[in-house]
């Protein structure tokens, strides 16, 4: 057995499950979950319609490549989304999700051959940066976000001594929890040190369409073209279309950037056996081809957000984020709670599911930057955001 399993820690939800063990639940109060960031609303009928019309293809084994026209359908969403030029065979590679891109991505990056491999990730983070650092036989390092800064991540805790040893920078924007988008200067901070110390920056970019404001977020492509970089030299960016296009389902997204790692990666994909399914490939030229579904999407979690986080607001320090469909809310010092017994006790009387904010984050120098927050999905219709948000509210005025 592979030793490195050990390293791993319990999943959030498997932790969730555990914290929720033997609450009995309100029989007058109907269940809401805002714990995981399932996306909920309906799929588009013609990804649906694109996916049936292409299973003529599981008869021939698929390309680890995929199929010229998928990788030059992501590389006009690229262009039309963000400005930049790439070459679909050169620059772009379809994956099964984000999710197992970025865990496959880790294994062809990091050599850990040294002993003292290094990957850094933000603190709080997806939990797939952390499992595929440890079992790429490498170590994380936990770069904290400061809430006075909008959750931008402090870069500059950094030490010397790990800059040194580090060999990929996971990267998050807009961020999973706290929906922070990094801006320009950011990159080009980080574009820096890449250059001075060698490390590969691997960004994770799901949330990308979500957004709020008129300005779409900037993407690491986008970013790294505006200063120049027009060979993306070690940068991989990551795109999802399960939050895009509610697809969660189909399994499918591609990375793009450097030719150099695209190329190495597709020699790991190739072995690994990371082929996508030849009507997944036809499902996904149609989604990505099409912008409509996702001007319709995104309408549909402004109006959510719109309405769920006034109320919030008035008993949580919360507010609107940048991006993304997750609140990041603190719980009120005065309920004299942690952030898991705050989520138990208000399953135990509302019936209403959120995840704490520790269970996304690792302590670091005796701080855990996510403890006293709860991460709320508003993933579901209006309305039962809505509810869930008045039953919060109640919560906590009947507890101060």
């Not at 940066?129 to 904290?144: S, V």
């Not at 507010?319 to 709670?337: E, H, I, N, S, T």
Request: neutral net charge; contains cysteine.
């Amino acid at each position: 057995m592979n030793p490195l399993l050990s390293r791993l820690q319990p999943y959030p939800f498997e932790r969730l499950r555990q914290l929720f063990a033997g609450v009995a639940l309100p029989a007058d109060y109907s269940p809401i979950s805002l714990g995981m960031g399932e996306p909920r609303h309906p799929t588009p009928p013609f990804i649906k319609e694109a996916l049936v019309s292409s299973l003529g293809g599981l008869a021939s084994y698929p390309a680890t490549a995929g199929e010229p026209r998928l990788r030059e359908a992501c590389a006009a969403w690229l262009h039309r989304r963000y400005g930049v030029t790439v070459e679909p065979t050169a620059h772009v590679l379809p994956v099964n999700g984000s999710r197992e891109a970025l865990f496959a991505f880790a294994q062809t990056v990091l050599d850990p051959t040294g002993g003292d491999a290094v990957a850094v990730c933000p603190n709080p983070f997806y939990q797939i940066y952390e499992g595929a650092t440890l079992l790429a036989g490498a170590t994380p390092y936990y770069a904290p976000s400061d809430p006075a800064r909008n959750f931008a991540v402090d870069w500059d805790s950094v030490p010397e001594a790990v800059w040194q040893k580090t060999q990929l920078l996971f990267v998050c924007s807009p961020g999973n929890p706290t929906g922070a988008v990094m801006p320009l200067a950011e990159w080009k901070k980080l574009f820096a040190l890449s250059d001075r110390y060698g490390f590969v920056i691997a960004s994770d970019e799901c949330y990308s369409e979500i957004y709020f404001q008129g300005e779409p977020p900037l993407g690491g492509l986008e970013a790294a073209a505006r200063l120049g970089r027009t060979d993306f030299r070690n940068l991989v960016s990551f795109t999802s279309l399960s939050k895009r296009s509610n697809v969660p389902g189909l399994r499918s997204g591609f990375v793009a950037g450097d030719a150099a790692l695209i190329k190495a990666f597709l020699l790991y994909r190739t072995y690994h056996g990371g082929a996508m399914g030849p009507a997944v490939q036809g499902a996904s030229i149609a989604a990505w081809n099409d912008e409509q579904h996702v001007t319709e999407n995104r309408a549909l979690y402004r109006k959510k957000f719109a309405q769920v986080t006034p109320l919030l607001a008035g008993v949580m320090d919360v507010k609107l984020p940048d991006a993304g469909f997750y609140l990041w809310a603190r719980v009120p010092d005065a309920l004299g709670m942690t952030d898991a017994e705050f989520a138990r006790a208000l399953l135990a009387q509302y019936n209403v599911t959120v995840l704490p904010g520790s269970y996304l984050a690792r302590e670091a120098g005796g701080v855990n930057p996510g403890a006293q927050r709860v991460r709320m999905a508003l993933v579901a219709d209006t309305e039962e955001c809505v509810e869930a948000a008045l039953r919060i509210v109640q919560f906590i005025q009947s507890r101060t």
